[in-house]
Every structure is written in structure tokens, then in C-alpha cells.
């Protein structure tokens, strides 16, 4: 008999996610999934000056606050046709790499690790056996006996008390759960050591952006780091080292537990490559612009269909007419008003239902690319690197996809990245690409500076009438783009097409699921009480809902009241 399950709010994420999904035969037979939040900064933005948007655009969220930012000075930008000093360019890129690593060992260890370990098999763990296991995977300082005992300790005093804070509401003993106590000793230790190494790359934000969240340091036409090296205000040899040095220190936790992690859970649950493909047309734009000019990038973009690699078509600058013409938002079923809208003529009506399946159930609008929904995120930014032979791409994935096949048992291929488990390994094959691009970009910075180049700032000119730009970033969570329209200097119309909007997006005018949607359809459900594998395959996206909307209820009325997980 079908089963109607209503998951409200998923938790572990950023933001109110409502996912609604029926249970036939132990398998999800259909899915509705809603964002019960409304953004409404774009209509705050309109008639300011476009130099200052991107103070408010980080706002559209707290944890993805650099990427808006970014997003937003790349948009003015490109609205005005304008270089930036390539100091400005290493600058930004070292911030986005950053951040990005940030959310990317958060995610995995803090955000989803809980929906594939169990914690109170831990007290059972021969923490000598957890060491063996971990000396297998790496050379890592952290996987020592006294670290594993430590932990261990940690966790049986944790489950005595009877206070067990975080994990109190874990699915623990779902029959989908079945490491060995030592695999979840393991993999706890590592959840805890990454607290730290999340931290220290973070420290690059706060350096390069003057705070974080909530950097303070660009403007349009490049940032506001002086530099000089007889300053100790301002970007010096000192700084300069000091960055390198929070990056150099999470390059062994990237390589010997992050990405070995990864893995080693993709080979003990091989299985998850079989569910959670949903949409299979995936978008990726090109980040790391390495000059000035924006026009060659350290990372490629472009655009696949049909799952089918030998489809690509790469997006080469954000004034591609592939990428330009390509982009609109169907408000059939979001509570907006309007139809299909391309975003520099969007607009952002609020027009609010009761939530119904046929009708209008999400604050989250419905992007597509030529008329199909993508997929955007870590698995698209690798499939797109990959079909173009990207050389770092390449690399890493190769040697992923190869330690997971060993793990496997069974040779596991980037087709299998289509999936549920794809999405997690994408991640952590995107941080060790992002970590060695770090060095690169540094030294970019560094040696420039050498040679006596301290630009970092071009003032803009605004022309009279109307120009249009689209300022776009390849943040953690996949293609993320700001539109905007000013005239006569002064905003006209700005639109975000987020990624969580792309992935999270309600049906179309045709009845054309989101991803988030597409994903659960087939997945495996044990246990209609503890709906543990709908929380992988959503979790897997990493759901950012704020960036895709706020809510806002000018009466006081109370909308809603939630218990937090």
C-alpha cells in the first residue's frame, strides 16, 4: 500500500526544506519537494547603486555570503564591459577557493556523515583494528591507536549520560546502515579532526576578505587590498605567507582523510551509484578566471545532456550567447506571479497558496536551460571537466574512481558519478582540484607582486542608458548567476538564479520534475518511520534554501513551528 511520507524540516541543512515523497513496494513512487521560505532582497536591490549591491546580495544568505558577493561585483561588471587588475582576479580566487574547501569538509563530515555511520556501534570498535584500517587508506598523523581510543572514550561517555546532543535523533540501527563499528570510529575521528582543518582554511576568508561571513573587501572594478610590502596595514610578504600557510596546512587532511574518506564510504556502499541519478542534463560554468580580462579560466564550464558526455558544450566566458541566451525561471508552480522569465526581465511577485500538489508549492522558482531542467553542482562540474579532457579534472577523478573500484570490488566509472554516492565523491574530487589550484593562484599573486605589479583596483564608469550583465560563479554548491539591468547608473532589475534553485526546483509548465524531485524517484526505502535513504539522496545536493529564498510575514502571524533535529 502506498505511503505518503512528509519530512518537514529536513535538517542538516541551511534553511526550511519540506520534502514530501510516496512509498510503494519499499521504493519512492513520486516526490514533492518545497522551500518554505521567501527571499525578497532582489526587490530591496532595485534603484540602488550597482556598486554597492553586493553588500546586500551576500545577504541572501549566511553561509554562502562570499559566492553572492562575487557573483554580484561579476555581474556589475560584465554589465560595463570592464577588466580587473589580475591581482584582484588571484585575490578574489583565493577567497572562492577557500571558501569552497570550507564547504566542502563541512558537508561531507558535519552536514551528511550521520546518514552512512552509526554512532552507538562505536563502544563495540577494536580501536587497534580501526588504526589498521585507517594506515590503509593513508599515512595519516590523526589515525593513531591513542586517537582512536580517545575518541572512543569520547563517545561511550556520550551514550552513558544519556545526553547524546547532535546524535540525538540519528537513525541509528537502520537496517541501510552497516559499516563495521570500526569503519564508524573511523570516520567519527575524522568528523571531529575536520572541525579544525575547516576552520584553518576558513582563516583565508578572514585574511584576504577582512571578515567572515560577510567579507568586506570587494568593489566593482577589483578589491580593496592595498599592497605594499613596507606596510604592515596592508597585503604584505607576511600576509602572503600566512595565507600559504593555512592552505598548506589542510593540504594533507584534503589528500590522506578527505578524499580517502570519500572512497572508502563509495566502496562500502556501492550500491548508492545506483540511485539518485534523476535529471541527467548538467550545467557548470567556468571559474578561476587566470587574467585580468576574464578570459581564459582554470576550471572549464559548459553543459551536457542526457547524461551523455559526448554531449558537452562548453560555456567559455560569461558573455557567451550559449550561457546568455540559454537561462530562464518557470514560476508555474512557485508562489510568484508570471510565467516563463528570462532573468534580466524577471521579477520577484510573491503570490502565495496553500501548498498543493498540482498547483503552486514553493517560495523556490524553476530554472532551466533551454527549456530542460539541470542538474548543477560538484558531479556537473566534474562530468564537464572530464568530457573536455581538463587535465586536472582528469587527474583526480581517475584516481578516485580507481581506489573506489578496489574498495568495490567492481570497476566503478565516471558514468557511475550519475548517482546519489557521485555526489559525494564529486566533492571531495573538486577539493583536491581546489587545493592544488591554491598554490597555483598564490604563486600567481605572489609573483606579480614581485615584479612590481600592486594594482588592484580600476575605478568603474557608468554609461548612460541601459546595459545588462551576468556576473556568474562555480560555487560549492554548483552554477550560481547574478543578472542584473542598470540604467542611467542606478539598478533597474536584479535577479539571482542560485544554485539550490536550479537543483531544488519545483515542477515546470510540462510537469518536469527538479532534480531534487527527479533524484528520489526509485530510491530505496526500508523503514517508512525512519526515512533514513530519502536524507542521503537530498543531503547529497547539500540544500542551501536561504540562498533560494526568505521568509517574510509582515502581519506577526506565526507560520510556522518546527522542532530543531
Known amino acids: 500500500m502506498a505511503t505518503r511520507l512528509t519530512i518537514d524540516p529536513v535538517t542538516r541543512i541551511e534553511g526550511h526544506l519540506r520534502v514530501d515523497v510516496v512509498v510503494d513496494g519499499g521504493q519512492v513512487t513520486d516526490s514533492r519537494v518545497s522551500c518554505t521560505m521567501w527571499r525578497g532582497i532582489e526587490t530591496i536591490l532595485r534603484g540602488r547603486d550597482p556598486r554597492e549591491a553586493w553588500v546586500f546580495a551576500q545577504r541572501f544568505c549566511g553561509v554562502c555570503t562570499t559566492v553572492h558577493a562575487m557573483a554580484s561585483v561579476r555581474a556589475v561588471e560584465d554589465a560595463l564591459e570592464m577588466p580587473i587588475p589580475p591581482n584582484a582576479q588571484y585575490i578574489r580566487n583565493l577567497i572562492l577557493i577557500a571558501h569552497a574547501l570550507h564547504d566542502h569538509i563541512v558537508h561531507f563530515y558535519q552536514l551528511s556523515a550521520l546518514d552512512w555511520i552509526d554512532v552507538t556501534t562505536i563502544p563495540k570498535a577494536d580501536p587497534a583494528k580501526a588504526t589498521a584500517l585507517g594506515e590503509s587508506l593513508s599515512e595519516w598523523r590523526g589515525n593513531s591507536r591513542p586517537e582512536m581510543r580517545k575518541v572512543q572514550d569520547k563517545v561511550k561517555a556520550l551514550l552513558t549520560s544519556g545526553q547524546l546532543g547532535i546524535f540525538q535523533n540519528g537513525y541509528w540501527g537502520h537496517p541501510a546502515m552497516h559499516l563495521e563499528p570500526e569503519a564508524n570510529l573511523l570516520l567519527l575521528a575524522h568528523y571531529l579532526q575536520a572541525l579544525d582543518f575547516q576552520r584553518e582554511v576558513n582563516k583565508v576568508v578572514a585574511i584576504l576578505g577582512a571578515k567572515t561571513p560577510h567579507i568586506q573587501n570587494l568593489a566593482v572594478g577589483g578589491v580593496m587590498n592595498a599592497i605594499n610590502l613596507d606596510n604592515d596595514a596592508t597585503i604584505n610578504m607576511d600576509r602572503l605567507w600566512a595565507v600559504k600557510g593555512h592552505f598548506d596546512a589542510v593540504v594533507d587532511f584534503i589528500h590522506q582523510v578527505y578524499l580517502p574518506d570519500a572512497c572508502a564510504l563509495a566502496g562500502l556502499y556501492p550500491d548508492w551509484f545506483r540511485y539518485g541519478a534523476g535529471v541527467r542534463n ?153 587545493i592544488e589550484l591554491a598554490s597555483r593562484h598564490w604563486e600567481l599573486l605572489a609573483n606579480g607582486i614581485g615584479h612590481g605589479d600592486v594594482a588592484t583596483y580600476v575605478p568603474p564608469t557608468f554609461p548612460k542608458g541601459t546595459v545588462e550583465g551576468v556576473g556568474f560563479h562555480e560555487a560549492p554548491r554548483g552554477t550560481l548567476s547574478h543578472w542584473v539591468v542598470v540604467e542611467n547608473g542606478i539598478l533597474r532589475n536584479y535577479q539571482a538564479v542560485v544554485p539550490t534553485t536550479w537543483n531544488a526546483s519545483p515542477r515546470d509548465s510540462y510537469g518536469v520534475a527538479g532534480p531534487y524531485e527527479a533524484s528520489l524517484l526509485g530510491n530505496p526505502v526500508a523503514d517508512t518511520d525512519k526515512p533514513l535513504e530519502v536524507l542521503r539522496t537530498v543531503h547529497s545536493f547539500d540544500p542551501c534554501m536561504a540562498c533560494a529564498c526568505h521568509v517574510l510575514d509582515t502581519t506577526g502571524r506565526t507560520v510556522a513551528t518546527v522542532k530543531v533535529l
Open 282 to 434: 548538467y550545467l557548470a560554468v567556468p571559474d578561476l578566471p587566470a587574467d585580468g580580462a576574464s578570459t581564459t579560466y582554470d576550471l572549464p564550464g559548459g553543459t551536457i545532456f542526457d547524461g551523455d558526455l559526448n554531449t558537452v558544450h562548453p560555456i567559455n566566458s560569461p558573455r557567451d550567447a550559449w550561457w546568455r541566451d540559454g537561462v530562464t525561471e518557470d514560476l508555474t508552480h512557485a508562489w510568484y506571479e508570471g510565467g516563463v522569465q528570462q532573468p534580466w526581465k524577471g521579477e520577484t511577485i510573491p503570490a502565495y497558496t496553500e501548498f498543493q500538489d498540482d498547483g503552486k508549492y514553493s517560495w523556490v522558482k524553476a530554472p532551466r536551460f533551454q527549456g530542460r531542467p539541470m542538474q548543477v553542482g560538484p558531479v556537473a562540474n566534474v562530468l564537464v571537466g572530464y568530457a573536455q579532457a581538463h587535465p586536472l579534472t582528469r587527474k583526480w577523478t581517475d584516481l578516485a574512481l580507481a581506489r573506489v573500484s578496489a574498495a568495490a570490488g567492481r570497476p566503478v566509472t565516471v558514468d557511475d558519478l550519475q548517482s546519489t554516492m557521485g555526489r559525494y565523491l564529486a566533492r571531495a574530487i573538486r577539493s583536491a582540484m581546489l
